[in-house]
């Protein structure tokens, strides 16, 4: 399975700002993918982002609030913008591997 | 109705028993099913996948799979206390360009 990475591993923010999370994979996947993890709950998929084209969002998450970047097949990003307590969550990327997704090690925001 | 279904447990098994985790799935479309294993404060790890109606095997666990009921299991064998952690079963429907859904997990405790 790829090596995937992903910074900041954790941060704590104000309210109204702003956070940029980089995804780096070791090899070329065609699609990644973005998941939210709140406390005691399970994972939800936010976007699926493909390169060259814009990424799709499910349904309750807009481009607006988690703009999503993803300039070649080796990285993403995904903005965590305007924030508010109740986006304190880990945030993990995962690409599609040859039978699966495999994770990233997450990163985990409080806002404040 | 909840697409991927689990107890939230936890499920406290003694250390050498048998582990069963169970899962049920609302959409007949589904064709591939997955396990992870996720350990508290880190990121999701594949243990397995089915495909097909009936057992897999790897090592200390099993698959089954029943897709008339709607049904897929994890059994872990001679459970020990590494094994505590949360479960999750995700399912994959044909022609959702690879999206994963999540069951909420199941909490396992092995204990001494």
């Known amino acids: 399975s790829a090596v995937i990475s992903q910074k900041p591993s954790r941060d704590i923010c104000q309210r109204g700002t702003s956070l940029t999370i980089q995804c780096q994979v070791d090899?070329?996947?065609?699609?990644m993918f973005w998941y939210r993890q709140q406390p005691g709950q399970s994972l939800t998929l936010i976007a699926t982002a493909n390169q060259g084209s814009e990424a799709t969002y499910e349904s309750g998450f807009v481009i607006d609030k988690f703009p999503i970047s993803r300039p070649n097949l080796t990285f993403s990003t995904l903005t965590v913008s305007n924030m508010s307590p109740e986006d304190s969550s880990i945030y993990l990327c995962?690409?599609?591997?040859?039978?699966?997704?495999?994770f990233g090690p997450g990163t985990r925001l409080l806002v404040l | 109705q909840k697409e991927v279904e689990q107890n939230s447990g936890p499920l406290s098994v003694p250390e050498g028993a048998i582990a069963s985790l169970n899962c049920t799935y609302s959409?007949?479309?589904?064709?591939?099913f997955f396990w992870y294993r996720q350990y508290s404060g880190k990121s999701p790890e594949l243990i397995m996948f089915?495909?097909?109606?009936g057992d897999k095997e790897d090592g200390r666990f099993t698959a089954q799979l029943n897709k008339a009921s709607q049904y897929v299991s994890l059994l872990i064998r001679d459970s020990q206390p590494s094994d505590s952690a949360t479960y999750l079963c995700?399912?994959?429907?044909?022609?959702?360009?690879?999206?994963?859904?999540f069951g909420t997990g199941t909490r396992l405790q092995v204990t001494l």
């Open positions: 959409d007949r479309g589904s064709q591939s």
């Open positions: 089915i495909y097909s109606n």
């Open positions: 995700a399912v994959r429907t044909t022609g959702t360009a690879s999206k994963l859904t």
């Open positions: 090899s070329q996947v065609t699609m």
């Open positions: 995962s690409v599609e591997g040859s039978e699966t997704q495999y």
